[in-house]
């Protein structure tokens, strides 16, 4: 070995001073009241909605804006009062969760038989497959004019268009979620013996759950867009059996359809009005019915965290 072979360093000890004794705090403590308050989940949203309702009434009040392009919180909340109260904004409410719930339950049937077909044969699978790739990125409401052109001006024609926004993403999520299954609960379901439809409802089903819910989520979401554009078009003219235009029709048709008649006649507070009534029923929806849901299976079995 050379001479100038490199050394190894050799650092010094070194020895720290004497360590104090840790100090673990408190285990355990009485929260405080504006903890506990903040702990809570509704409130801390609520306040959320308080803050964007004030940031909305000082930036329409302080600001140099006309109330015709963009009103005031209190003037939509006076509109929306008048609206439920005296112009039956309920009934154009449920107009359209009529019609909802007729195009939902169809397209969550048609995908279900979709995705079933998808999962016992190769050829449904490519089947589902190839027709999500192909209609799914297709807006719903671009098929409302040969909607109108073969169905003609009926509650058929936005049924039809519905459909579109619901079968795709709802079999497309639930296809995802049982392909994503684990081999190991497969073999479980046939050891027991199971096969075609119990199969599918007691091993797949709560397996892919989670990814069930959310395609069930997002296809309610799409449908109720899209009914608002479509009732934005000609809501009133479907609504109305008596066969009289919205405006002449009284309280016939939809939300979208209220929206685009108080537009027409520049009552902005109440287009506003019925905008924010759009959205407390998305919220009412998602909240009593999927956050139920899923509180009660996905966050109870354990598959997702609260």
């Known amino acids: 070995m050379s001479d100038h072979a490199v ?7 070194f020895e720290g001073d004497e360590i104090g004794e840790a100090v673990v705090g408190d285990v355990e403590r009485r929260l405080s009241v504006w903890e506990r308050i903040s702990n809570i989940d509704a409130v801390r949203k609520f306040s959320v909605l308080i803050t964007l309702v004030v940031a909305w009434e000082l930036y329409s009040r302080i600001g140099d804006i006309n109330e015709l392009m963009f009103p005031t919180f209190s003037a939509t909340g006076t509109a929306l009062y008048s609206a439920l109260v005296y112009e039956g904004l ?11 719930l007729m195009g ?17 044969t190769r050829f449904g699978s490519d089947l589902l497959t190839t027709l999500t790739a ?4 297709l807006p719903a409401i671009a098929l409302l004019p040969m909607a109108m052109l073969w169905f003609g001006l009926g509650p058929a024609a936005i049924v039809f268009t519905l459909l579109h926004s619901i079968i795709w993403p709802v079999a497309l999520n639930t296809h995802s979620g049982f392909m994503g299954v684990s081999e190991t609960q497969r073999m479980v379901g046939r050891n027991y013996g199971l096969r075609g ?7 797949l089903i709560p397996a892919a ?21 479509a009732e934005l078009v000609f809501g009133g003219q479907v609504a109305d059996t008596s066969g009289q235009l919205g405006a002449e029709g009284g309280n016939a048709g ?3 359809w209220i929206i685009f008649q108080n537009q027409m006649e520049n009552q902005t507070p109440y287009v506003f009005a019925g905008l924010f009534a759009v959205i407390l029923v998305g919220i009412i929806l998602e909240n009593g ?9 996905i966050r109870r079995w354990g598959m997702q965290v609260a």
Do not use: C, H
């Not at 050394?7 to 000890?13: F, G, I, M, N, T």
């Not at 069930?216 to 867009?225: K, M, N, Q, V």
């Open 7 to 13: 050394q190894p360093y050799l650092r010094e000890e």
């Open 90 to 100: 309920m009934t154009n409410v449920w107009n359209s969760l009529s019609l909802l």
């Open 104 to 120: 939902y339950a169809i397209g969550v049937g048609i995908a279900a038989v979709l995705v079933v077909f998808g999962v016992w």
């Open 134 to 137: 192909m209609l799914n990125p």
């Open 197 to 203: 439809l119990p199969y599918i409802y007691k091993i």
């Open 209 to 229: 759950f989670p990814s069930i819910l959310t395609g069930l989520r997002i296809g309610w979401a799409f449908a109720w867009r899209t009914l608002i554009a």
């Open 254 to 256: 939809g939300l979208g």
């Open 289 to 297: 019915i999927f956050r139920n849901i899923e509180d009660r299976t």
